[in-house]
């Protein structure tokens, strides 16, 4: 089993709909939960962080943080053209400062 | 500069070389992290330094693969006698320590073809 995983898609969702991205993690102990955004071409940016269950809200980003279930998922409102990039999921395992990323989803907004 | 600066962007060389690849963190960044991105792929995490400790070497894939930081500030990762299986982009990334965030800061990577 990986340590982070996330379906590679590509997820498409028509402009102005929620996208939701998901992941799932392995080590029970994480404390904290980072979503990545990288454009084609592009280095990896940081959109959203979480360390609490439930969810933390910044702007159209929603981020749900499940640690019963190891669950970790990224929403996006109103989705836009420009949200078309990548989104990388990261966790940091418990007692250390490694960031393990998953594999990406490749999201898809059509116009 | 503010970011995160790596070189070279593009490096390509015949298998059996050595490759040495740089990375200048953010000032004031004690935390350095290299990561490789191959084609389509997430980042695999290569090796971690934080200040003055021991680094975090657990991601390194073969012992043709070192890293050393000077002065807890420039990073070089060094790659022997190369194969084409290293072919990747290699992404430096700092951060600082301690920040609630624990945002990481990524250069724009040196691409790295092994013919």
């Known amino acids: 089993q990986k340590e982070v995983e996330q379906n590679s898609g590509p997820l498409s969702v028509p402009e102005g709909a929620i996208a939701s991205l998901n992941c799932t993690y392995s080590?029970?102990?994480?404390?904290?939960f980072f979503w990545y955004r990288q454009y084609s071409g592009k280095s990896p940016e940081l959109i959203m962080f979480?360390?609490?269950?439930g969810d933390k809200e910044d702007g159209r980003f929603t981020a749900q943080l499940n640690k019963a279930s190891q669950y970790v998922s990224l929403l996006i409102r109103d989705s836009q053209p420009s949200d078309s990039a990548t989104y990388l999921c990261?966790?940091?395992?418990?007692?250390?400062?490694?960031?393990?990323f998953g594999t990406g989803t490749r999201l898809k907004v059509l116009a | 500069g503010a970011g995160v600066s790596q070189s070279p962007s593009n490096k390509v060389t015949e298998k059996g070389k050595d490759v040495e690849l740089r990375c200048d963190p953010i000032?004031?960044?004690?935390?350095l992290y290299w990561y490789r991105q191959s084609l389509g792929q997430g980042l695999e995490f290569l090796i971690y330094?934080?200040?003055?400790?021991?680094?975090?070497k657990s991601g390194l894939p073969s012992d043709r693969f070192s890293a050393e930081r000077t002065g807890g500030s420039v990073s070089t990762l060094t790659i022997q006698r190369t194969q084409q299986e290293d072919s990747a982009v290699y992404l430096c990334?700092?951060?600082?320590?301690?920040?609630?965030?624990?945002?990481?800061?990524f250069g724009e990577g040196s691409r790295l073809t092994v013919l």
């Open positions: 000032s004031g960044h004690t935390a």
């Open positions: 990261a966790v940091s395992p418990s007692g250390t400062y490694k960031y393990i």
């Open positions: 080590d029970r102990g994480s404390q904290s």
């Open positions: 330094f934080q200040g003055n400790s021991a680094p975090d």
């Open positions: 990334a700092s951060g600082a320590r301690g920040a609630s965030t624990g945002e990481l800061f």
């Open positions: 979480i360390y609490s269950n």
